[in-house]
């Protein structure tokens, strides 16, 4: 290790690399009898941080691309892209029909416009590619990005009486998975201020959930970590400011409460002691 900072120690890497499904907080510090649940908290962040390998390579071929909300239900909401508490995020994921699923991407997004989303498609797609969308407006300069487009209008499925969900079954089996993992593994305690490592963290997992080898996980996630800038603990928290602590009142003299009390009922402070009868 070149820094201890990344928390990429042999025993929480190994916890957090080789658990199928990932380890929470509470899990790794019970396991590891780590006597502060915030330092298992930041170990793990600290690992989560370091998943996003920089120059990795972008998706390819046919990829599906949508949105979602990841949250806590809400009292309201008209669905869709309707603004609320929760986060939106953009899926894309590699899907060859008749072949199952390849690699997927997701990133917290502020909005579902135009420019949000090409950006996005922009920076984990290849050009080239053939991206998958729903028939939403703001996918209409994906053609002159580079892209062979296929919008598939969701309104015209269910008039003809067609599943949605098979219009772009990859990212939506890739929300339904994501939502699920953070709801059991991680007790839904994933805030929006910390979701996209959580993301990172089930794309790293995702994305090789065909290896037989956990050593190898293991292996990888050490390598990313020696690779990585260190990160610190006021990296990640929402607030690294220390507290302020109240300032202490001075006293008459300067000395602790105790000795200014009055000294003739305090004999042995005395400086003239009476003489041992």
């Not at 908290?41 to 990829?63: C, D, I, T």
């Not at 239900?73 to 060859?96: F, M, Q, W």
């Not at 998958?132 to 269910?158: C, F, I, M």
């Not at 910390?194 to 050593?215: M, V």
Request: glycine share 10%; net charge positive; hydrophobic share 35%.
């Amino acid at each position: 290790m070149t820094d201890r900072s990344n928390a990429a120690q042999p025993p929480v890497c190994w916890e957090f690399a080789t658990a199928k499904d990932g380890v929470s907080a509470l899990s790794l510090q019970r396991t590891l009898e780590i006597g502060s649940y915030k330092t298992a908290w930041s170990m793990l962040h600290r690992l989560r941080r370091v998943l996003r390998r920089p120059g990795r390579e972008n998706l390819a071929g046919r990829v599906e691309v949508d949105e979602t909300y990841i949250g806590g239900h809400e009292e309201g909401l008209a669905g869709g892209r309707a603004r609320g508490k929760k986060s939106l995020v953009a899926v894309a994921v590699e899907s060859a029909e008749g072949k199952g699923f390849g690699r997927c991407r997701m990133q917290v997004i502020p909005d579902a416009s135009g420019a949000t989303l090409d950006a996005f498609v922009t920076d984990v797609v290849e050009p080239g590619a053939h991206v998958v969308t729903d028939g939403w407006g703001a996918y209409r300069g994906l053609g002159q990005l580079g892209y062979t487009h296929e919008p598939r209008n969701q309104s015209e499925a269910k008039r003809a009486g067609t599943d949605i969900s098979t219009l772009l079954p990859g990212v939506h089996r890739v929300a339904s998975l994501v939502k699920r993992w953070l709801a059991s593994t991680h007790q839904g305690s994933a805030g929006p201020e910390h979701l996209q490592e959580y993301l990172d963290e089930f794309a790293f997992r995702f994305n090789r959930r065909k290896s037989r080898s956990r050593g190898m996980l293991f292996y990888r996630v050490l390598q990313l970590a020696v690779g990585h800038d260190p990160v610190r603990y006021r990296d990640i928290v929402a607030d690294p400011q220390p507290k302020k602590m109240p300032p202490v009142p001075p006293t008459t003299r300067g000395h602790p409460p105790t000795l200014e009390r009055p000294d003739e009922h305090q004999p042995w402070r005395s400086r003239h002691p009476s003489p041992l009868r």
